[in-house]
């Protein structure tokens, strides 16, 4: 009997890449915070509120990468059919998820003192909103499926077949919006005082650091969780040959 | 066996099963016709006109009796595992697909041909020959909105969500295609040339060409067990 390979051995480098961006991403924070509460200058318009955005638009960035890196790893699991794949479409896609999430909850809290509305029509709100709820589903349609290959393989269909609808998705919804005019001008960057930019830049980094920490994490849960199965499934057969049939 | 004739042998298949049966197509039909009645109580149409509102009612009708319709016909292919059957058949999956995909565009276009009249009735608009046109524009999208829920509907019926997953998934992907065709909708029945909605015209069918495709090299996948 094959007793599962225990995936300590074999998980050296990304194991010292965890940990090296535990540590970069433990001293960007705080540096970050201080950045953006006690450093950038208050924006002219729209005062203290604007600051969300250094949350909002690097959030923005890594839940955008999630949904990528998902179609990209669902591309490969279906061409390699290797788990290690699934399990980074797995993570990629959750933590799209979470970002996505942070972006639309700043999102209203922003832009009600400053457009005096929650939520608009307009076409990166919405776009955001439905591929929310499109990778919600994928995540739904994970925990639903009979098997852990199944799921694998259902997923990576659903992620290559969302990456292949966002560009649409978001056509779409521009053109609805027909002549509507652009309520949002923030990633412009022309306007951007250079004390800002550069506080940008350092969350963004901070937040794609903070990404791919978490991603790392979540694969190495996935592994986890893995070994823990085939456990089990050793186990039971081991009680089952030791009682009288 | 030409690719084409396993094809039509799945759509004919399907079709038959119904003209027997008559469980879907009644169903859906008074499904939608239901839906339809609900707005017509819900908003005054005396005082909303029908070409503001009429094409989103009439969209939400056919996606919601849609779904239904899709998730029905992978749902008999697995009671009794009669899927088995099929993918043992020495056909290509993506041929059972497109039959699949074709047979759920035949009913929900028979759906939309009954129920746009009706509508027009119902809601106080005047018939001409853009009514035709307007079924035609639904049908385009219906395309797209069975291609994808086709797919869709091979992985969740095979899940322990079936009926809930389904349009949990499929409503989302079908964003482009509902706009569209309630924007094709509205033009058509406002009278506006061809160019103020041709840019539509053009996303359904980019739309339907780019899931059939991708689906087919898909199918292979969601189909193995």
Redesign the interface.
Known sequence: MAVPEMSRSRTAWPDLAEKALFVLVAVLVPVCLHAIFRTVPTEEKMGVVQRIFYFHVPSALAGFLGVGLCALFSALYLWKRDRRMDLLAHASAELGVLFLTIVLLTGPIWARPVWGVWWTGEVRLTSTLVLWLLYAGYLILRQSAGSPEQAARFCAVIGLVGALDVPIIYYSVEWWRGLHPKVLKVSGGQGLDPAMAQTLALCSTTFILLFFLLLLQRVRLGRLQDDVESLKVLADRRTSHMEPA | MTYLRAVLLVAGRDLRVELRSREQAVTLLFFALLVLVVFNFAFDFTVIDFVTLGPGVLWVAFIFSGVLAISRSFQIEREQDRIQGILMAPIDRSAFYLGKVAATVLFMAAVETILVPVAVVMFNFRFSARIAFVILALILNTVGFAA?GT??AA??T????AEL?LP??L???A??VA??AV?TTTHLLAGHPFAAYG??VG?SA??DL??LA??VL?CD??L??
Request: no cysteine.
């Open positions: 994808v797919l869709f992985m969740t095979s899940t322990r969500r997953l949990l998934l409503f989302p992907a964003v482009p706009l569209a924007k840019h539509w996303m980019a739309y780019i899931f991708a689906a898909l996948y969601v193995e067990d």
